[in-house]
């Protein structure tokens, strides 16, 4: 069975700091591209920043520079430390997992943790 369990999520002050983690078991971790997606009130579910099974990342431009992915393989855990928070980066936040095969996409999700920002 697949699971994919966020946490570290909470409410903090603008400018404030947090680091959410997903720790993924019932997959062979190190072959599936990692992301973070997130979904405001209202709104589309976007992706925040991925990382690839090489190590290279690609994040959307509303947080380059504030947010940073990373990945453990040894520990099958992806995260996302998230510095200069804005309340605009406030969403629930969902970890995903990927992989493209010959056949369909496979992928896999969170049940998403709460990340809200405000004074």
């Known amino acids: 069975q697949v699971q994919l369990v966020e946490s570290g999520g909470g409410l903090v002050q603008p400018g404030g700091s947090l680091r959410l983690s997903c720790a993924a078991s019932?997959?062979?971790?190190?072959?599936?591209?990692m992301g973070w997606y997130r979904q405001a009130p209202g709104k589309q579910r976007e992706l925040v920043a991925a990382?690839?099974?090489?190590?290279?990342?690609n994040y959307v431009d509303s947080v380059q520079g504030r947010f940073t992915i990373s990945r453990d393989n040894a520990k099958n855990t992806v995260y996302l430390q998230m510095n200069n928070l804005k309340p605009e980066d406030t969403a629930v936040y969902y970890c995903n997992a990927n992989r493209r095969t010959s056949g369909p996409t496979i992928s896999y999700w969170g049940q998403g943790t709460q990340v809200t920002v405000s004074s």
């Open positions: 990382i690839t099974t090489g190590g290279s990342t």
């Open positions: 019932g997959i062979i971790f190190g072959i599936y591209v």
